[in-house]
């Protein structure tokens, strides 16, 4: 069992950067495939990266590549997402979530069986 929680969302105005942070409970944690996705109001929750278990494999969204950049701690069982540039698009509430399978790295919501309670991000003037 992996119990996951965000934080650091908030509001920015477009251009700014945040950085999100996910905390997993459990001894396993280096097991898993880390993911963020996002929802926006009457959107399909989306895929945005994923950190494979040691972070140095990864893979982005094409809408957020060169702009966000995900890593992880696996001795503090944190996975961090930093988000540079921000557009208003952007906006959503962010989920992190971990997934057993990790090769190929998971880019479907299916492939994950833990998942955090979300936290929001605003973009706007």
């Known amino acids: 069992q992996v119990q996951l929680v965000e934080s650091g969302g908030g509001l920015v105005q477009p251009g700014g950067s945040l950085r999100l942070s996910c905390a997993a409970s459990g001894r396993t944690f280096s097991n898993y495939a880390m993911g963020w996705f996002r929802q926006a109001p009457g959107k399909e929750r989306e895929f945005v990266v994923v950190a494979g278990w040691g972070g140095l494999s990864t893979d982005y969204a094409d809408s957020v590549k060169g702009r966000f950049t995900v890593s992880r701690d696996n001795a503090a069982n944190t996975v961090y997402l930093q988000m540079n540039s921000l557009k208003p698009e952007d906006t959503a509430v962010y989920y992190c979530?971990?997934?057993?399978?990790?090769?190929?790295?998971?880019?479907?919501?299916?492939?994950?069986?833990?998942w955090g309670q979300g936290t929001q991000v605003t973009v706007s003037s």
């Open positions: 979530a971990a997934s057993r399978i990790v090769s190929p790295l998971p880019k479907t919501r299916t492939q994950y069986v833990y």
